[in-house]
């Protein structure tokens, strides 16, 4: 996992944290957004040629929620677990970092273990 400085997670921070684009392998699978209260998922164009199956519970081409999908929340971990507070610390996240969920996906949720997918910042 790459570390972010504190420098480039400010840089970061000022750019929208509400649309994060979700990659495998390099390629575009979608982005999510979250706006006026809604969280959006779009497939990119180029998904199906991909074949590969969907995000679990997020239905092509385009999905809107109140609430984030679980499959985005599990990406985070539980706050009350040193992983948690070690990746706080590697991100250098401020406590109004915490509290935003895009953040959090972008930068301690962006990858994980079990999934071949990437969440992250456009650059």
Same mark, same amino acid.
């Given at each position: 996992?790459? @570390?972010?400085?504190?420098? /480039? %997670?400010?840089?970061?921070? #000022?750019? $929208? @944290?509400?649309? +994060? #684009?979700?990659?495998? #392998?390099? /390629? +575009? &699978?979608?982005?999510? @957004? =979250? /706006?006026?209260?809604?969280?959006? *998922?779009? =497939?990119?164009? %180029? *998904?199906?040629?991909? #074949?590969?199956?969907? +995000?679990?519970? &997020? &239905?092509?081409?385009? $999905?809107? $929620?109140?609430?984030?999908?679980?499959? *985005?929340?599990?990406?985070?971990? $539980?706050? %009350?677990?040193?992983?948690?507070? !070690?990746? &706080? /610390?590697?991100?250098?996240?401020?406590?109004?970092?915490?509290?935003?969920?895009?953040? +959090?996906?972008?930068?301690?949720? @962006? !990858?994980?273990?079990?999934?071949? *997918?990437?969440?992250?910042?456009?650059?």
């Amino acid at each position: 996992m790459r @570390s972010i400085t504190q420098k /480039d %997670n400010q840089r970061l921070r #000022k750019m $929208s @944290s509400q649309h +994060l #684009k979700v990659t495998y #392998k390099n /390629d +575009l &699978i979608g982005t999510l @957004s =979250y /706006d006026d209260g809604i969280y959006t *998922f779009e =497939y990119s164009e %180029n *998904f199906e040629a991909l #074949k590969i199956q969907p +995000l679990p519970g &997020i &239905i092509p081409p385009k $999905s809107s $929620s109140a609430t984030l999908w679980s499959y *985005f929340r599990t990406r985070i971990p $539980s706050t %009350n677990t040193h992983v948690y507070r !070690k990746l &706080i /610390d590697e991100y250098s996240l401020s406590e109004v970092d915490q509290q935003d969920v895009m953040v +959090l996906l972008a930068t301690v949720g @962006s !990858k994980v273990a079990t999934d071949p *997918f990437v969440v992250t910042y456009f650059e």
